[in-house]
């Protein structure tokens, strides 16, 4: 029997790229970089890292080179909004690139689970990521286990980094320091001390739409009107939205105010806000700036605002006489309808808008020629009568108003509470001597230098009875 043999038979083809070992492909290398804001300083690190790769990457014999990747003013926490970074890997897993190069791991992403995700997905294709600060190379071996402790590093960093900030902003909230997005806040522009400063300009925009809202017209009628007329928006666009005419009408620094930390963030890597309902402090800063508008306009406003909220019989400034006629069975608005829309017979009429839901209320329709009639018919039955209207007024405001009657009772109580005072002291003074205490108690509730509890002058008068009080004022 021969003795056994093993032969070995290398390898021909790399394991990731299925490439000949002895063929000298050059690689197609793609550069990465990332500032995650947009101040100069960021800039220039940005405009640093896009020339230093390409030239780095060009410098090399055995690369060429695709092109560099960037995203600026976006954060590593996640790759929602990293459009560069979303191109790069679309085009990896498209075969355009077998290398991706850039400075770091927090600069590729710091979010563990977004780094591991990627690295595995480029890895399954035979791509690589080479990170050039800690020396990684994803296709090794130990890899991926250097990856997930430096993304955990990274993530770390940036939740400190987010808790830091967090404090800040609460303790700045908690000194009443009132900040705004200026660049985006109609009315206001940005003072030497940081504060609000009044924009004459704008402001007579934000007068314009109170006003407006309280003639009547709608969050959407006020966006039209103003989008047709050409105005700016606080974000200097061109169309206004409802959600910005809204905003205007129910933000408080427009009267003066300022409520701090209206919404918080949730969650450091996903940036998710939400709005304070009470799970965090809330800061209330009055007097903080020149107003706008009134106090008493803006809670006006609000009212106005909350009478409009949906509902079955919610405000609407479609016509002029949207939200004037109501149904005499359920109370509804009436609402105007189109009858034969495409064709000859079209016209317009005025129905109960819950006519048909459940019961069918048997109230009629009418157009707009009849109501036209019976609103001119009722204002001048008004105009004939208004000397009657005048005085019937006057009569119930006297008797809504009138104070006599609550005046008297009051007399009376004050009356029965000195008998009943009386009959407490003389029957209490017959059993153990209570004036000496008395005095004193006396003496402290009204003095106001004492350093016990001190009672008005006032309030006591108005519930000691006279003749208790100047027996009280004898020396003892």
Same mark, same amino acid.
């Given at each position: ?5 093993? *032969? ?28 995650? *804001? ?99 190379? *994803? ?320 309030? *006591? ?16």
């Amino acid at each position: 029997m021969s003795a056994r043999n093993v *032969t070995t038979i290398p390898a021909t083809i790399t394991r990731f790229t299925h490439t000949p070992l002895a063929a000298r492909k050059k690689r197609r290398t793609a550069g990465y970089a990332r500032v995650s *804001t947009d101040s100069d300083e960021q800039f220039t690190s940005y405009a640093a890292q896009v020339d230093y790769y390409e030239k780095y990457i060009k410098s090399r014999d055995d690369w060429e080179f695709v092109s560099v990747y960037t995203d600026e003013g976006i954060s590593g926490t996640s790759t929602a909004h990293r459009e560069g970074f979303k191109a790069m890997i679309a085009d990896a897993l498209a075969g355009k690139i077998d290398l991706i190069v850039t400075k770091s791991v927090s600069r590729f992403a710091r979010n563990t689970v977004d780094s591991l995700t990627t690295v595995r997905q480029l890895k399954e294709k035979g791509i690589e990521i080479y990170f050039e600060k800690e020396n990684i190379w *994803t296709l090794d071996s130990k890899g991926e286990l250097l990856i997930s402790i430096m993304s955990s590093l990274a993530q770390e960093e940036s939740r400190s980094i987010s808790e830091n900030v967090t404090w800040g902003q609460r303790k700045r909230f908690a000194d009443g320091k009132v900040t705004v997005p200026f660049g985006r806040f109609l009315g206001y522009d940005k003072g030497e001390d940081g504060n609000l400063v009044l924009n004459t300009d704008e402001a007579v925009i934000v007068k314009r739409i109170y006003a407006m809202f309280l003639q009547g017209m709608t969050p959407y009628g006020i966006a039209t009107k103003l989008t047709k007329e050409q105005i700016p928006t606080p974000g200097k666009r061109e169309k206004w939205s409802v959600s910005t005419v809204k905003s205007i009408l129910g933000n408080e620094k427009y009267k003066g105010d300022a409520l701090l930390q209206k919404s918080y963030t949730i969650d450091f890597l996903t940036k998710k806000k939400k709005i304070n309902e009470g799970e965090i402090p809330q800061y209330y800063v009055t007097a903080n700036h020149e107003a706008i508008i009134a106090p008493e306009i803006f809670d006006m406003v609000q009212r106005e605002l909350a009478r409009r909220c949906k509902g079955r019989n919610r405000h609407s400034g479609v016509h002029d006489f949207s939200g004037k006629i109501k149904c005499g069975e359920c109370g509804s608005w009436y609402g105007s309808k189109v009858w034969h829309s495409n064709d000859k017979y079209r016209r317009v009429i005025w129905q109960c808008n819950h006519k048909y839901d459940g019961k069918k209320c048997s109230t009629p329709h009418v157009d707009d020629k009849t109501i036209e009639a019976l609103f001119i018919k009722a204002v001048n039955k008004m105009i004939s009568e208004k000397d009657a209207i005048v005085a019937d007024y006057e009569a119930i405001k006297t008797m809504l108003f009138s104070t006599e009657e609550l005046s008297a009772k009051e007399t009376e109580l004050k009356q029965e509470m000195e008998v009943v005072a009386g009959m407490i002291y003389k029957t209490v003074s017959t059993k153990m001597p209570v004036l000496p205490l008395t005095r004193r108690i006396f003496k402290t509730a009204t003095n106001p230098s004492s350093n016990g509890l001190t009672i008005p002058r006032q309030a *006591t008068m108005q519930f000691v009875p006279r003749w208790m009080i100047s027996e009280l004022g004898k020396p003892p």
